[in-house]
């Protein structure tokens, strides 16, 4: 294969001037047509890519505001998954936007021992639980925060952390810049009562605030968890009798915790397989699964301040369409894994594998790649996002290649140079003692 001068490789890695028949467009046409294009990030990147005058008008902040605008709902790009083999934990990324989205990798985290805990707005949290230590880490962007040490916790059981933008910035399709904080779940489990911690730190102050306290029925569940205005939201844990009855909720500005319980008839219908979420009028909900119907609740309150749940949908999940076929039993008895807040795109896990429900569209999609290893699912959406100038990342990560390249083929050259004058300097040797 040819190798090419690393003048000719510059310029194939960075966009050329546009083609005279697209020079004849003025700027404002050809944004509308990019405003067009579909909202995966993929599409805009490629057509970045095509001469310095596209790249300029797509990589635009005024431009990206207009796009996102344009197409509301962010779009789901894949989900991430923890794996665990034995005592070591890895964390997988499953791509499901077509074509698949170009992120940056995760290799600094792949050191056996860290897992997701939230996924939000285009940023992913992420423990490592040998320095017990959080990341927060952009993909898109390819943008990392180190949060540091976890502050003293009892660390008796599982804890759990969400990841929430700082109150004030509601734009959730471009998070990627924006100021966030963390809301660290401490469980701890002693002879004399439950008690749940909670604390919160601040990207801006990079500091964690005073821990809340409350003793509740049971421990907070690790997998369920709903942000909804100003408030974080968790399912408590399984009682004896296997039904989930009471949801934490915390109060950021006040730093309040509060428990709310569950309807008796919610408890013994879906019994541990709820999943918080926002509810589609604005307020805390969550999603169950009976039988093959799926489930949506709100909680609401009515004329005289009194607050309860109402079930305020239902999909018959057997008579969505998937292949060409109805799904029929194919949902019967799943749980939901997760959901995107940002896309209304819910993933289900059942015996023949893991769905995607988009809740708008009521389309049906297998996911195949899942693992069947990891129950829950992170989702991951958003937006194209300028970051840093991947052009340069690109042209400067191809250089060091071809550079660590040449350094090896010399390293190699001169092994063998000094093999065959040792095997050389050898047969003389051998020679003078046959003599």
């Known amino acids: 294969m040819r190798r090419l001068p690393e003048t000719e490789m510059s310029k194939r890695l960075v966009p050329h001037t546009c083609s005279p028949a697209a020079d004849l467009l003025p ?3 050809l944004l509308d047509i ?13 057509a970045s890519l095509i001469c310095l005058r596209w790249r300029r008008l797509i990589r635009d902040p005024a431009f990206l505001v207009r796009f996102r605008a344009f197409h509301r709902a962010t779009p ?25 989205p170009r992120l940056s990798a995760l290799k600094e985290y792949q050191n056996g021992a860290c897992r997701v805990l939230d996924c939000r707005h285009g940023r992913v949290l992420i423990c490592d639980e040998v320095f017990e230590s959080l990341f927060v880490w952009d993909p898109m962007a390819a943008e990392s925060f180190d949060v540091g ?26 998070c990627h810049s924006a100021p966030f904080r963390i809301v660290l779940v401490d469980n701890s489990d002693d002879d004399e009562e439950l008690l749940v911690s909670v604390c919160v730190f ?19 569940s690790t997998d369920s968890a709903a942000v909804v205005g100003g408030f974080v939201y968790w399912m408590l844990g399984s009682d004896e009798d296997n039904y989930q009855d009471h949801i934490l909720g915390f109060e950021m500005q006040t730093r309040r915790l509060d428990l709310i319980e569950l309807p008796k008839e919610v408890q013994e219908k879906y019994k541990s397989d709820i999943h918080l979420m926002p509810a589609e009028d604005g307020g805390i909900g969550f999603a169950g699964v009976n039988l093959s119907s799926l489930h949506f609740w ?33 949902l019967l008895w799943s749980s939901v894994a997760g959901f995107a807040d940002d896309s209304d795109v819910l993933f289900l896990h059942s015996e023949a594998g893991v769905f995607m429900i988009n809740l708008r569209s009521k389309q049906l999609k297998e996911v195949p790649q899942a693992s ?45 140079k000094e093999q065959t004058e040792s095997s050389s300097s050898g047969h003389q040797v051998h020679k003078l003692l046959t003599k």
Request: hydrophobic share 40%.
């Open 27 to 29: 700027d404002d046409v």
């Open 34 to 46: 990019f405003l067009r294009l579909p909202p995966e990030p993929t599409h805009l990147f490629v």
């Open 76 to 100: 789901v790009l894949g989900f991430y998954q923890n794996i665990r083999d034995g005592s070591r934990c890895g964390i997988r990324f499953v791509p499901i936007a077509d074509p698949a």
């Open 149 to 174: 040490s976890l502050p003293e916790f009892s660390g008796e059981e599982n804890f759990t952390a969400v990841l929430v933008c700082t109150p004030g910035h509601d734009d959730h399709t471009d």
């Open 202 to 220: 601040s990207s801006e102050t990079e500091a964690w605030g005073e821990w809340t306290s409350i003793s509740p029925p049971s421990l907070v």
């Open 298 to 330: 709100s909680r609401k309150t009515d004329n005289e301040g009194a607050a309860g749940w109402a079930l305020i949908r239902i999909i018959d999940m057997a008579m969505l369409p998937i292949s060409h076929k109805l799904a029929g039993d194919m």
């Open 372 to 416: 069947d290893n990891a129950i829950y699912i992170y989702p991951y959406t958003s937006f194209y996002s300028r970051g840093p100038d991947i052009i340069k990342d690109d042209k400067d990560m191809a250089l060091k290649y071809r550079k660590k390249k040449m350094q090896a083929a010399a390293q190699v050259e001169a092994v063998d």
